[in-house]
């Protein structure tokens, strides 16, 4: 299981960002589905490596969260992820305070039972993101709007999507570019890799929903 603990940047001076941030995780498969746990924080599980990527993008692009993703199988899962707990929400919560004085923003920690292995595979799936994150942070607007207008149309060429932007070819070009769209895109799929290596390297668990691994 992946928990994600995502805390706001400095909330009273820049105000609830928690509703918005909702609307965009709650389009993703989760076990428990991402909520409201204290003031600014939030926090879900998911069971796909993924799909935690897809949640950490959506937090990284919005810049203004700490994210700490914790993983392991050691879950005690509740009806919700308040009600849960285990070493995976332990890791989270450690994770998301380091992540508070990381640049980028994003850390990750394996569940305190997690041999080794496990601890250097969640160690590399950070690093990964946290260069994605400082791909992230440095997009224009121009490169942004290129950006989504290119994942809304994948099959359109340069010349379409100028004409959706009511801009040139070159500047879509040259905003497609200084975005790295194709190394961001590598890297989100390598840290998806690195993730599920990690939790593969914790061991095999079943989760018991009534509380305890079985």
Same mark, same amino acid.
């Given at each position: 299981?992946f928990v994600l603990t995502i805390d706001q940047i400095d909330s009273r001076s820049e105000?609830?960002? *928690? ?22 924080? *939030?926090?879900? *599980?998911? %069971? ?8 950490? !993008? ?14 392991? !199988?050691? *879950? ?11 070493? =995976?929400?332990?890791?989270?919560? +450690? %994770? ?6 990381? +640049? ?21 799936? &950070? ?5 994605? %994150? ?13 950006? +989504?207008?290119?994942?809304?149309? =994948?099959?359109?060429?340069?010349? &379409?999507?100028?004409? +959706?932007?009511?801009?040139?070819? &070159? %500047? ?7 975005? !790295? ?12 890799r690195l993730l599920g290596r990690a939790l593969e390297a914790c061991g095999d668990g ?9």
């Amino acid at each position: 299981m992946f928990v994600l603990t995502i805390d706001q940047i400095d909330s009273r001076s820049e105000g609830d960002a *928690v509703p918005r941030l909702l609307t965009h995780l709650a389009e993703l498969d989760t076990v428990l589905p991402f909520e409201r746990t204290a003031g600014d924080e *939030v926090q879900g *599980v998911l %069971a796909d490596p993924d799909e935690a990527v897809r949640a950490w !993008h959506a937090a990284a692009r919005d810049q203004r969260w700490s994210v700490g993703l914790g993983l392991g !199988h050691d *879950v005690e899962l509740g009806e919700s992820s308040r009600a849960s707990r285990g070493g =995976p929400f332990l890791a989270a919560r +450690d %994770a998301v305070e380091d992540a508070k004085g990381e +640049d980028a923003r994003v850390s990750v920690r394996a569940t305190p039972e997690a041999p080794a292995s496990a601890v250097r595979a969640a160690g590399d799936a &950070q690093a990964v993101l946290r260069l994605l %994150a400082l791909v992230l942070r440095s997009r224009t607007a121009a490169g942004w709007r290129a950006v +989504d207008a290119a994942e809304a149309r =994948p099959e359109a060429t340069q010349e &379409q999507l100028a004409a +959706d932007l009511g801009v040139s070819r &070159q %500047a879509v070009s040259k905003a497609l570019r200084g975005a !790295h769209v194709g190394e961001s895109a590598d890297g989100i799929v390598v840290a998806g890799r690195l993730l599920g290596r990690a939790l593969e390297a914790c061991g095999d668990g079943s989760v018991d929903r009534s509380g305890g691994n079985r």
